[in-house]
C-alpha cells in the first residue's frame, strides 16, 4: 500500500490512510515521515529510511510483500505527487510485476503540499495553477527553466516544491529571474514551510522579494498570477466571474453574456475578432504576435469554420439540458 499520509497532521489524513497503516505490517518510510505517524506504529516492524534511499525503501517493501506481509509504503503529503508511487511502480515493473501477479499494489490518495499550504492561506488555486520541483538532483536544470519560463509566461498560479536546500541554494534565485522576466514585480507570494506541522510558518511577500524569504526544504512557494491577490492576510486567486457577471448589482450577467454559455470573448467569439481583424488586413504573424500565441496556430484556427465549432458547441449544451 503506496499510503499518501498529508501534511503530517493525523487530522488531515484521510480514513483510508490510517486504515491502511493500521492493517499493515510492515511500515516503510523516510524517517522524518515515520516521525509523523509514530503514534500508529505500534507492534509493527519498522524500516527507516534516508533522503536519497527512495528505490531502497521501494526494494524492501517489495520484499516484505513477497515474504506475505502487509507493506504501508508511505509518503508525506499525496504518494503519487513527488511521491513513493513512481518509484515504486519502476521498481515491481523491473522486477517482473503486473497487476495479475500474487503482489497486490494499492495507492492511497493523501493531500499533497499544494492543498495544505494553499488551505492555510486563503483561496490561490482557485484558477489554473501548476507544481515544478525545483530539485535538479534528478532532472537536468534546463529542463526545469523551460518548465519555469513557460508556466511563467502562461499566466499559471505556481507551487515550487523542493525550492532551496542546504546545498542548492540559487535554483529559487534563478526561479525568481525566469518569473521576473513575465510577471509584475509586486505579484503575491506566498512562503509557507511546514504546514500543519510544529514549526509552521507563514510569510506574504511579493515576486521581488522571494529570494530573500527563509525557505528550505520543508517550504512550498506559492506564486500568484496576475489576477491574485491579498487582503486582509488572505492569498486569493479569482475564478473569473466578474468577467460575466455583475458582482457588485444583482448578480445579472454583463452585456453581451449569457449564463451557461462560453464568454463573449472564449473561443467562438474570439474567432470571430480574429478573422474580421484578420480580413480588415492584419497579418498573421501579427495576429500571433498580440495574441502571443503560434502562428501556424493562428493559421490553422483561421482555417477552422467558426460554425463548425458552434454546431459543436450548441451540441454539447443540448446535451448537457438533458442530463
Known amino acids: 500500500?503506496?499510503?499518501?499520509?498529508?501534511?503530517?497532521?493525523?487530522?488531515?489524513?484521510?480514513?483510508?490512510?490510517?486504515?491502511?497503516?493500521?492493517?499493515?505490517?510492515?511500515?516503510?518510510?523516510?524517517?522524518?515521515?515515520?516521525?509523523?505517524?509514530?503514534?500508529?506504529?505500534e507492534g509493527k516492524e519498522v524500516v527507516r529510511k534516508g533522503m536519497t534511499e527512495e528505490l531502497d525503501r521501494a526494494v524492501h517493501a517489495l520484499a516484505s510483500a513477497r515474504e506475505g506481509k502487509k507493506v504501508a509504503l508511505i509518503s508525506s503529503g499525496d504518494a503519487g505527487v513527488y511521491g513513493m508511487a513512481g518509484p515504486t511502480y519502476e521498481v515491481l515493473?523491473?522486477?517482473?510485476?503486473?497487476?495479475?501477479?500474487?503482489?497486490?499494489?494499492?495507492?492511497?490518495?493523501?493531500?499533497s503540499a499544494i492543498n495544505a499550504c494553499a488551505a492555510l492561506v486563503g483561496a490561490p488555486l482557485t484558477h489554473d495553477f501548476c507544481s515544478i520541483s525545483l530539485s535538479d538532483l534528478l532532472t537536468p536544470w534546463p529542463v526545469i527553466a523551460r518548465r519555469l519560463d513557460a508556466v511563467a509566461a502562461a499566466d499559471f498560479v505556481v507551487a515550487l516544491?523542493?525550492?532551496?536546500?542546504?546545498?542548492?541554494?540559487?535554483?529559487?534565485?534563478e526561479a525568481q529571474r525566469l518569473f521576473l522576466r513575465h510577471r509584475r514585480p509586486d505579484t503575491p507570494v506566498a512562503v509557507v514551510k511546514s504546514a500543519y506541522r510544529r514549526r509552521e510558518r507563514i510569510e506574504f511577500t511579493t515576486l521581488d522579494?522571494?529570494?530573500?524569504?527563509?525557505?528550505?526544504?520543508?517550504t512550498t512557494v506559492l506564486i500568484g498570477n496576475s489576477n491574485?491577490?491579498?487582503?486582509?492576510?488572505?492569498?486569493?486567486?479569482p475564478r473569473g466571474y466578474a468577467n460575466k457577471y455583475?458582482?457588485?448589482?444583482?448578480?445579472?450577467?454583463?452585456?453581451?453574456?449569457?449564463?451557461?454559455?462560453?464568454?463573449?470573448?472564449?473561443?467562438?467569439?474570439?474567432?470571430?475578432?480574429?478573422?474580421?481583424?484578420?480580413?480588415?488586413?492584419?497579418s498573421i504573424a501579427a495576429l500571433a504576435l498580440r495574441h502571443k500565441l503560434?502562428?501556424?496556430?493562428?493559421?490553422?484556427?483561421?482555417?477552422t469554420p467558426a460554425e463548425e465549432v458552434a454546431l459543436k458547441e450548441d451540441a454539447a449544451s443540448t446535451e448537457e439540458s438533458e442530463a
Open 294 to 303: 503560434p502562428a501556424d496556430y493562428i493559421e490553422a484556427v483561421l482555417m
Open 228 to 237: 491574485t491577490f491579498i487582503r486582509h492576510g488572505l492569498m486569493v486567486t
Open 93 to 111: 515493473f523491473q522486477a517482473g510485476w503486473t497487476p495479475e501477479s500474487d503482489v497486490e499494489v494499492e495507492v492511497v490518495p493523501g493531500a
Open 246 to 282: 455583475e458582482l457588485h448589482g444583482d448578480g445579472s450577467t454583463r452585456q453581451g453574456e449569457r449564463p451557461g454559455r462560453s464568454l463573449s470573448t472564449g473561443l467562438l467569439g474570439w474567432m470571430e475578432n480574429l478573422k474580421a481583424d484578420h480580413t480588415e488586413g492584419e
Open 1 to 41: 500500500m503506496l499510503v499518501g499520509i498529508g501534511p503530517g497532521s493525523h487530522d488531515h489524513m484521510t480514513h483510508r490512510a490510517r486504515a491502511a497503516i493500521a492493517e499493515s505490517d510492515v511500515v516503510v518510510g523516510y524517517v522524518t515521515y515515520i516521525k509523523l505517524v509514530a503514534d500508529l506504529l
Open 161 to 173: 516544491y523542493n525550492p532551496k536546500s542546504g546545498r542548492r541554494t540559487q535554483q529559487i534565485v
Open 209 to 218: 522579494k522571494m529570494s530573500d524569504c527563509d525557505i528550505g526544504m520543508l
